[in-house]
């Protein structure tokens, strides 16, 4: 039903919306008026001559031109009947505006390819399935806040334009910046680390990031919203590792409250708040797990691959129920220079990759704070100290113990909401063939 309507002086109500259908009948004409809030049907009984002829009178001529997504205003008398489908009401025009009349040729149908739905976005984005989904972003976004915001936490706003890379210099977006070389943040990395060593102890951060990544794939993308997270005064990884959980937790659960029923009516999925502890598995196990299930990992010394995540987060289900589960222990190898390695086996990293429905939606490790390490770790990664020096520098006044993660927004909905592809959930994508709109 639709709430936005406003009541006029002389006891009708007015309303504005798309029209969704026109039911041009005999005697009568229906007509179905959307908005954010809902939908209305507007009924208006023909007029007919002394000899019962249809009069061509308004607002039927106009009605019976009116293409589907025009805008209009009308105003009417308000009828509660409990046979309408809609709520329960119906309005009696009484007045028709047309503010807009949409080009009748729609670009986009229901079957339209996703490429050509991301071409007409806002188009796209009309039907009730995209608002929810937004609404759900906006939900899942304030839980994390109000959780973070409880535990005293910083939020932040770091710089996303940089003088060098963070992550991989293989996925590194360069910018014309006046007379030198600029760098898109591919994370806020540095800087939610710097925050420690500035003695924030505990911060956060929503915002964008940049990956020049040519993949094609339904998770990636080259501009999307990093949920950043960052604690002081850790004992190993398995800390962050608990307030990713309890975050996650918290925000499901806000989720679920508010539009659990409307995700299992428009998606037809029951949300599930994860239950914590996560399973935990060392990754070198899990991939023995998933061999054990007849996958052929296709490296050893690899992250584990697509199919792989999936092949784990199967097992996670059968043997435990969970949705979730947090990979561990990844190898020095593949881990960038920042993650703290084991005491005892540098082979191994604080680390891991927290799996949702079988998919990566996460990193998280706690960092190395001892600046000799961390030199030394660098340079064997082949990162020249000189290019991150302001980074080295706020290792070298002394900084806590710490570690955090990073989280892509769009993956988590995607995987909540059992979409195909991250276009789904973000507003406007960006990849490598997509600049607009
Ligand atoms: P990582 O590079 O694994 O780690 O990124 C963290 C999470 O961000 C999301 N993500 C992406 N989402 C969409 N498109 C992409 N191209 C893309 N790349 C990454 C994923 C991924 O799990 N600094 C570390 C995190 C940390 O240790 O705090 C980092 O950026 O969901």
Redesign the pocket.
Known sequence: MIKNLAALDDGLVSVSGWVETVRDQKKVQFVVLRDESGAVQLVNPRTTDAEGVVVDDEPATTISGLSQGSFVTVSGQLKHDERVKLGGIEIKLASLEVVTHAIPETPIAADSSLDKRMDWRFLDLRQPKASLIFRIQTTFEHALRTYWIEHDFIELHTPKLMASAS?SRAELFEVEYFDRKAYLA??P?FFKQMAQSAGFGKIFEVGPAF?A?PSFTS????E?T?V?SEISWIGSHEDVMQLHEELLVHAFTAVKAKHGEEILGLFGVEVTVPTTPFPRIPLAEAKEIVKSRGYEVPRDDDDMDPEGERQIAAYVAETYGHEFVFLTDYASSIRPFYHMRHEGDASLTNSY?LIFNGT??????QREHRIDVLVEQAVEKGVDPAEIAGYLDFFRYGVPSHG?????L??VLMLMLHQAS?REVTYLFRGPTRLEP
């Open positions: 992550e591919q994370s990395q990956r990544d998770r990636h993308a080259t999307f990093s950043d990759d990566e939606i996460s990193t998280g490790a955090g993660f990073g989280m892509g769009a993956r991250i």
